[in-house]
């Protein structure tokens, strides 16, 4: 009897050991094309008989969207080469699609691991499919920044921050958990921008996690500073949202005073509650403390210009210029106090001081990103030349929309 038993146990471990895959696994492992096993899993998926056969599952769509990322990849692989060689004629590449193969390889991988770090029937946990797929994905993984400047440039911004998010969130941890962040030369630079992209999506928390990465760049900290203050402005809602928001800025600056990222955006909070006597009381301590405080004579400037005060604009403009000659809006500023003061006083010299100053600004900022050069700059040519010359059509034309 006890051998009898002996045997039943062996025939039972061994059909437990050697159990077949589910006909639901069996249909999704001769699935030829990802679309094909994408569907099958969606529609089977509780079928799969325990989390490892989903595992195994996600692994063949692994396989499956690197086939077609391979196809595309290998054309441009030839291309490129011909080119390096002199050879003529490229072979069309379907970069859509090679980039989302390359999306779908990643997801696929992911969602495989979540299923294979989960315990078998044991408690034990065995991965069979990690070690496999670093080796497969880790060294192409720069080609979703490829993926996000292609995306980009087709103006698709929601693909393009899903790339660089993705470059990101796959730096480490999963089956990419021995690899070292600190390795990966690209990874603040890219952080930076799925830092934007996130903040033009309004997924603020994304965008902080993202930034908190960028910040490791010293080159960009400032403006990576600037730009986590950004996020959190973006984030209130209420009047009670600001003050608290304020109060937290100010013990900042009491700390670091001539932080001119707090100073900047605690002046933007207040003019947004347009508490001008706050603005003008937070300036006049900071020129207190630092009569070359550029941030402070920046808004001293402007309060006065939009004042009509222009003449005291130009001059703590002249002074912010001092220290950044290259500063296409402090450029656009002085010409535009310049050409009010010519309109008021009808002094011509007064417009020929602007022009100078505004087409410094042309030059350094021609797509007028950061300074709106185009009206100031048609005045000016204007009350200098002429509706007729052509130097007012140019500048016309622009500020018209029409070049």
């Known amino acids: 009897m006890k051998k009898l038993l002996m045997m039943v146990l062996v025939v039972l471990g061994a059909t437990s050991a050697f159990a077949a895959d589910s006909d639901a696994l069996k249909a999704i492992m001769k699935a030829a094309s990802y679309a094909e096993a994408k569907t099958m899993i969606e529609q089977s998926l509780s079928q799969l008989a325990n989390d490892q056969e989903k595992a195994k599952a996600y692994n063949k769509l692994v396989d499956l969207?690197?086939?077609?990322?391979?196809?595309e990849?290998?054309?441009?692989?030839?291309?490129?080469?011909?080119?390096?060689?002199?050879?003529?004629?490229?072979?069309?590449?379907?970069?859509?699609?090679?980039?989302t193969a390359l999306m779908n390889a990643f997801e696929a991988a992911l969602e495989c691991d979540k299923y294979d770090q989960l315990p078998d029937a044991k408690g034990k946990v065995k991965p069979k499919f990690a070690d496999a797929n670093d080796a497969r994905l880790y060294n192409i993984r720069p080609n979703l920044i490829n993926g996000g400047i292609y995306y980009q440039g087709v103006n698709d911004q929601n693909n393009a921050y899903k790339f660089l998010a993705k470059y990101v969130d796959t730096v480490d941890g999963?089956?990419?958990?021995?690899?070292?962040?600190?390795?990966d030369?690209?990874?603040?630079?890219?952080?930076?921008?799925?830092?934007?992209?996130?903040?033009?999506?309004?997924?603020f928390a994304n965008a902080e996690r993202y930034a908190d990465i960028a910040a490791n760049d010293p080159e960009k900290s400032k403006e990576v500073a600037n730009m986590k203050l950004a996020i959190k402005q973006a984030q209130l809602k209420t009047h009670a949202d600001s003050i608290r928001y304020i109060d937290e800025l100010k013990a900042k600056l009491a700390q670091a005073?001539?932080?001119?990222?707090?100073?900047?955006?605690?002046?933007?909070?207040?003019?947004?509650?347009?508490?001008?006597?706050?603005?003008?009381?937070?300036?006049?301590?900071?020129?207190?403390s630092n009569p070359n405080n550029t941030m402070a004579l920046a808004v001293r400037g402007r309060n006065f210009m939009y004042?009509?005060?222009?003449?005291?604009?130009?001059?703590?403009?002249?002074?912010?210029?001092a220290a950044t000659p290259d500063n296409s809006q402090v450029n656009t500023f002085i010409g535009f106090s310049l050409v009010n003061q010519g309109v008021e006083t009808e002094n011509k010299a007064l417009f020929e001081?602007?022009?100078?100053?505004?087409e410094k600004a042309r030059q350094i900022d021609p797509e007028r990103q950061l300074a709106n050069w185009a009206a100031p700059l048609r005045q000016a040519y204007y009350n200098l030349y002429g509706a007729e010359d052509s130097r007012y059509k140019d500048v016309d034309d622009i500020f018209n929309g029409r070049k």
């Open 73 to 99: 990849n290998k054309i441009v692989i030839e291309n490129e080469t011909n080119k390096q060689l002199g050879k003529e004629g490229n072979k069309p590449v379907d970069e859509a699609k090679m980039y």
């Open 353 to 358: 001081e602007a022009v100078s100053y505004l």
């Open 257 to 288: 005073p001539n932080d001119e990222v707090v100073f900047g955006t605690l002046c933007d909070l207040y003019s947004g509650q347009n508490d001008d006597a706050a603005v003008n009381a937070l300036v006049e301590q900071a020129l207190a």
């Open 65 to 71: 969207a690197l086939d077609e990322y391979n196809a």
């Open 307 to 321: 004042g009509g005060k222009y003449a005291e604009a130009i001059a703590d403009f002249k002074k912010v210029l």
């Open 185 to 203: 030369g690209n990874l603040t630079n890219i952080a930076y921008f799925a830092t934007i992209f996130a903040f033009q999506a309004e997924d």
């Open 174 to 183: 999963g089956i990419f958990a021995k690899h070292n962040r600190a390795e």
